[in-house]
Nanobody, 125 residues
Framework: QVQLVESGGGLVQAGGSLRLSCAAS????????MGWFRQAPGKEREFVVA????????VYAESVKGRFTISRDNAKNTVYLQMNSLKPEDTAVYYC??????????????????WGQGTQVTVSS
C-alpha cells in the first residue's frame, strides 16, 4: 500500500522559514515527478511546485518563486519543501503528491495520482 507522509508543518511568524518533508513508502516512484500543493480554508487546492526524478526540471507557482525550494532524495523516496520568507497568505494545509509522469505541465491535480494526508502551515502576521 502506497503511503505519503508529510511532516514539518507548524506555526511561524511572517518572514520565517519552515521545511516540509514527505516520505513515500510502499513503492519507489522512479521516473515520476513529485510535488506540493496547498489548500487554504474555503479555497481550491493550489499547485505550489513540482520536480522531476532527476531534478533537472522544476515548475513553480508564481506566488512562491524565489521563496520556496523543492528538492528530493530518491534513495530515501523523500521530497522536501524549503519555505523561506513566509507570508500570512501562505497559510494552508500542504499536501505532497506523486505525478503520473516524470514531469508536470500545468500543475493540475489531475496530473497527480498519489497524495499525502497534509500538514498544516500557519503564518502569523
Amino acid at each position: 500500500q502506497v503511503q505519503l507522509v508529510e511532516s514539518g508543518g507548524g506555526l511561524v511568524q511572517a518572514g520565517g522559514s519552515l521545511r516540509l518533508s514527505c516520505a513515500a513508502s510502499g513503492r519507489t516512484f522512479s521516473s515520476r515527478a513529485m510535488g506540493w500543493f496547498r489548500q487554504a480554508p474555503g479555497k481550491e487546492r493550489e499547485f505550489v511546485v513540482a520536480l522531476n526524478w532527476s531534478g533537472s526540471n522544476t515548475v513553480y507557482a508564481e506566488s512562491v518563486k524565489g521563496r520556496f525550494t523543492i528538492s528530493r532524495d530518491n534513495a530515501k523516496n523523500t521530497v522536501y519543501l524549503q519555505m523561506n520568507s513566509l507570508k500570512p497568505e501562505d497559510t494552508a494545509v500542504y499536501y505532497c503528491a506523486v505525478a503520473k509522469y516524470d514531469r508536470v505541465w500545468f500543475g493540475n491535480v489531475n496530473e497527480f495520482d498519489y497524495w499525502g494526508q497534509g500538514t498544516q502551515v500557519t503564518v502569523s502576521s
